[in-house]
Every structure is written in C-alpha cells, then in structure tokens.
C-alpha cells in the first residue's frame, strides 16, 4: 500500500512539474503576463513615479476583475536615477518580466531603455518624453508626448492666445528634458514672432532663483515660461510672490504635481497654466470613473502621469490581446508581436483619442490647463 501512495505521489509531482503549478494562474488557466514598473517611489520626484505606480494599479485591477488574460504587476523604485534604475530593471528581469512600463523621468529612462533594447523586451513609458528615450530603439515607445512637441505646442498655444506677451523662460540646462523643450519653444517662438525679453538658466541642485526670476521682472516679462519640474517650479514660485512679482507662469507636464508637493503653499500656483494630455474635470465617462477610482483608494485627484500609466496599462493589454500570444510566450516573440501592433494599431485612452506611434513615438494633441482654487480645469 505505501508502495502504490508513493507511486501515486511522484505521478503528481511529475504532473505538476510539466505543468507548472507552482505558477499564477489567470482565469483560463494560462500564466499571468509579468508587466514591471519602475519609477521614483521615494525622493525629490516621488510624486511623478506614486502617482504613475497608482495608475497603473488601478488599470491592472480593472483588467484582472475582466476575467481573462490576468496581469502580475511589479513596481520597483529607482529614486530618479540611472544607476538605480538600471538595478530595478535586472531585478525585473529576475523575476520573470516580460513587458516593462517605465520608467517614468527621462534620464533613467534613456538608461534603461538601452538595456531592454538589448534584451528585447517591450517598453512603453508613461512620461519619459525625451526624443532619446525611443531613438534608435525599435522595441521602445512613448504614451506621453516628446519634449520637442511640448515646446512647440507651448508657444503655438502662446501665440494663438497670448501673442502680445512678454516672455522670459527659466531651464535647466543640465537636464535633458529641460533643455530639449526649450531649444524647440525658442526656435518656434522665433518662427511664430514671439517676444523673448529674458533667458535665464539652473541646474539641479539650485535652490535660489532670486537672479533668475529678478532677471525676469527687470526684463518687464508678464509671462514666464518654465519647462522644468515641480520643485524648482515652487522654489521660484515662493521668491515671485516674496517680491510681489505676479507674471503669468506657464509650465509644461513636469509642473505636474506642485499641488501634491509637500510644504508647498499652493495658493502660490493659483492662475499658473500647463500644457499636459489630462484634465481630471473632463466630463466623460472614462475620465470620471478613473478619477472617482483614483479618489476613493488615494484621497487625492489624479494627475496626468497617473493617467498616462493607466493608458500605457490599457494600451499593453489591447495590443498583447491582439498578438494571440499566450503569456508563455519568449520575451523576445512578445517583444517583436507587441511592435508590430504599435506600429499599427490606434488607441484612444484617458490621455489622447485615436493615439497612433511612428518610431517609438506617440502623436497625439496637448491641451492647457490651469489652476484654479486648488485645481487643474482645462484652459480652454
């Protein structure tokens, strides 16, 4: 009898073996598909890669309740930075990934990019929106518009509403993102006759914007263009108002977020306007829903790189479904079934309508926002 319960056991075990069943399954039995994140969980940037992360999550559980082709999801913190980056990417890959959201800022991004070209794995960005990001990399794409595209469509929208304006800009010109939207904004605002009365420059590390933003009041600037991130936003921000300079700040999508930003007054944001592809009053369906979801388990609205991760989500399922890959699939066979549908394929999400990509990158039209009373409603 103990002879036949042994047989019995190592038959099972055999079983389980070729099976795998020690494996997550999805609601058909298949295995889940293995899509990783990374993005700044913690430090300066933390708000763009939680909110990025909170997206993403959200999508995952509404795909997962769908039944079908379920999701395992990952999320790695890589600080803003591309050696950290670039760990949380290998140990991604040791865990079995097989589709990469992420990262979410730009430098890391242009790291890690170069690895999963390498590896053949699909890559899909929220909100790294530098050119470099996909450049040369035929596996790599972007749900969030380019740095170029932001700068042009800032001073189109100048133009188009505030073409008398006198305009200083303030850049990082140590940052990849800063610099490639300002080079673009002040090569179309020439072409578009545009009044650039002060340029002024920081880096990373500054702290004290007194010469820049008093270079912009002595210049008579009544609108600054800041193609930078949050914080250094609200740094310059906190010197206007200490000297009672009340220009028109006008940002781009790494304003995002200066209402989340801890410490910050944010009733020194009222009246300051970003271009971004989300506006959380949006009175359609999905955009509602998504932000009543975002509100009830974070207590907060979303911004857009919350959105943008919940398309990249989206836009990774309506394509992986298409493939008629089983999640069993080579990471190199997904990679290369996955480009093809990017190539051809149309999407329309939280973020854009009807978004196609050429070279990795997405086109799809910017809107303006402002806030007002603690919010972001759209510009118009």
Do not use: H
């Not at 730009?106 to 070209?117: D, G, I, L, Q, R």
């Not at 009544?222 to 200490?242: G, H, M």
């Not at 009246?271 to 388990?297: I, N, R």
Request: glycine share 8%.
């Amino acid at each position: 009898m103990k002879k036949v319960v042994s047989i019995a056991l190592a038959l099972i075990m055999l079983v389980c073996l070729f099976a795998g069943c020690s494996s997550e399954k999805d609601a058909s039995g298949s295995e889940a598909l293995k899509i990783g994140f990374i993005g700044p969980l913690t430090g300066g940037a933390a708000v763009y890669g939680n909110a990025a992360k909170r997206g993403a999550e959200i999508a995952v559980k509404e795909i997962n309740a769908k039944g079908g082709l379920q999701i395992e999801f990952n999320a790695q913190d890589d600080e803003n930075d591309a050696e950290k980056s670039v760990n949380a990417y290998n140990n991604l890959m040791d865990w079995g990934m097989q589709i990469l959201v992420g990262t979410v800022t730009t430098t890391p991004c242009v790291a890690v990019s170069a690895e999963a070209y390498a590896d053949r794995v699909f890559t899909l960005t929220p909100s790294a929106s530098s050119a470099e990001v996909p450049s040369g990399k035929d596996n790599v794409y972007q749900i969030c518009f380019t740095d170029p595209n932001q700068g042009k469509a800032s001073a189109k929208y100048i133009a188009d509403n505030m073409a008398d304006a006198k305009i200083a800009v303030i850049y990082d010109n140590g940052s990849v993102y800063s610099s490639g939207i300002y080079q673009t904004f002040e090569s179309e605002a020439k072409t578009l006759g545009l009044n650039i009365v002060s340029v002024s420059t920081c880096t990373e590390d500054t702290s004290d914007f007194s010469v820049q933003v008093s270079d912009a009041k002595n210049a008579g600037a009544d609108l600054v263009f800041l193609p930078i991130y949050y914080t250094p936003a609200s740094l310059i921000l906190n010197y206007a108002n200490s000297i009672g300079y009340t220009p028109t700040f006008f940002g781009v999508d790494g304003m995002d977020g200066i209402l989340t930003l801890e410490g910050f007054n944010t009733a020194l944001a009222e009246g300051v306007m970003l271009l971004t592809p989300f506006a959380a009053d949006a009175a359609d369906e999905a955009t509602q829903s998504f932000v009543s979801s975002y509100q009830t388990a974070y207590g907060e609205v979303p911004n857009q790189f919350a959105a943008d991760a919940y398309d990249c989500i989206y836009a990774v399922y309506q394509a992986f479904t298409a493939t008629g890959l089983g999640t069993d699939a080579s990471t190199e066979d997904i990679c290369d079934a996955m480009c093809k549908q990017f190539n051809t394929m149309s999407f329309s999400g939280l973020t854009g309508q009807n978004m196609t990509w050429s070279a990795g990158q997405v086109d799809k039209a910017p809107a303006a926002v402002v806030i007002k009373d603690g919010v972001y409603v759209s510009a118009g």
